[in-house]
């Protein structure tokens, strides 16, 4: 793993961990499945950054794409998955709303 790499690696796992999950966990609904209380956060996440100016960032979008797929997979870790089983219920998941939501992680970091 190259400086780059691990440096992506290090700042998505701060990302999740620190934040997203910090936030997330209090959200996971026992009742629904891991992929619509995910989903619903998602949302709710996305929504609520939306009237947030900060658009500046200190990665270049190569970094910040290896940023986003780096957090995707420790998300899978942490929600206990195995890739399969994400893959499958990926298409329930707002992948996009994803995406901006670490975007808007990378401005504030």
Same mark, same amino acid.
């Given at each position: 793993?190259?400086?780059? !790499? $691990? ?5 998505? %796992? ?10 997330? #966990?209090?959200? *996971? ?7 619509? %209380?995910?989903?619903r956060? *998602?949302i709710?996440?996305? #929504? %609520? &950054?939306?009237? %947030?100016? /900060? ?7 190569? /970094? #910040?794409?290896?940023? *986003?797929?780096?957090? &995707?997979? &420790? @998300?899978?870790? $942490? @929600?206990? @998955? !195995? =890739?399969e089983?994400?893959?499958?219920? =990926? ?5 996009? =709303?994803?995406?901006? *939501? &670490? ?7």
């Open positions: 793993m190259g400086f780059i !790499d $691990k440096m992506c690696y290090e700042v998505a %796992s701060s990302m999740i961990t620190n934040v997203f999950w910090v936030k997330y #966990e209090p959200n *996971i609904n026992k009742y629904n499945t891991w992929y619509s %209380s995910l989903n956060f *998602i709710m996440e996305w #929504e %609520s &950054i939306q009237g %947030s100016t /900060e658009r500046q960032t200190q990665f270049t979008r190569d /970094e #910040e794409n290896m940023i *986003i797929n780096d957090a &995707i997979d &420790i @998300l899978i870790v $942490k @929600l206990k @998955l !195995d =890739k089983t994400f893959k499958t219920y =990926k298409k329930c998941i707002d992948c996009a =709303k994803f995406n901006d *939501i &670490i975007r808007h992680y990378c401005c504030n970091m």
